[in-house]
């Protein structure tokens, strides 16, 4: 069974701490994804990456094939931050997506 | 410049009706996915469309849910015989060409089955 975890479910801290945020998934994949979908409703694309690293701004994004593990790093945190952070298993198979991590920035 | 567009945005039935809703992807994009998210919960995929086919309806949870995507761009998600348990949002995604790269999505359209 495909299945997909996330920790820490919630996830509050101060402005400026730097953040991890840890997905597991049981089935090898073609590629994680992962997404953040704002207090609105609004979901966004942050990255897919089937090895290594990516980065974008203060996002980083890390994966090891082999543990099947992924993280997502969040530098110098903001209020605008806050969010719910969404991974997902993509690849041939039916996607499985990770309940979610709730992140809350404090000011 | 435009992005996914879904059309209506919320939906109130009643139990046993027929609803269709209308996902608008990004101009050019091939890839179309619907994924639904009850409450509480992350998204759940449904369906996966490559220009005017399905390359993937693993996650349509039963013979009511149906969707098209006659010409390759605009998608209707069609559920038969609304049950409660259907009451989610319902999203929607383009991609350019599908596979590896990043996924637009609409804005969802909000679902309650009464």
């Known amino acids: 069974k495909n299945e997909v975890e996330q920790s820490p479910q919630n996830l509050t801290a101060q402005e400026g701490e730097f953040i991890t945020i840890n997905c597991s998934y049981s089935v090898g994949i073609s590629a994680l994804h992962w997404l953040q979908q704002h207090p609105g409703g609004g979901i966004v694309s942050l990255f897919m990456l089937s090895s290594g690293k990516k980065k974008h701004g203060r996002l980083i994004a890390t994966i090891n094939i082999q543990e099947k593990h992924s993280s997502l790093h969040i530098t110098a945190s903001h209020p605008r931050d806050s969010a719910v952070y969404i991974c997902?298993?993509?690849?041939?198979?039916?996607?499985?997506f990770g309940t979610g991590t709730r992140l809350t920035i404090i000011p | 410049g435009a992005g996914v567009s879904q059309t209506p945005s919320n939906k109130v039935t009643e139990k046993g009706k027929y609803v269709e809703l209308r996902c608008d992807p990004i101009s050019g994009h091939t890839a179309l996915y619907w994924y639904r998210q009850s409450l509480g919960q992350g998204p759940e995929f449904l369906i996966y469309f490559q220009g005017t086919g399905a390359a993937d309806d693993s996650g349509l949870p039963n013979d009511r849910f149906f969707a098209v995507r006659p010409e390759g761009s605009v998608s209707t998600l069609k559920i038969q015989r609304t049950e409660r348990g259907d009451s989610a949002v319902y999203l929607c995604?383009?991609?350019?060409?599908?596979?590896?790269?990043?996924?637009?999505f609409g804005p969802g359209t909000r679902l309650l089955v009464l």
């Open positions: 997902d298993n993509f690849g041939n198979e039916k996607l499985t």
């Open positions: 995604a383009s991609a350019e060409t599908g596979g590896l790269e990043t996924q637009y």
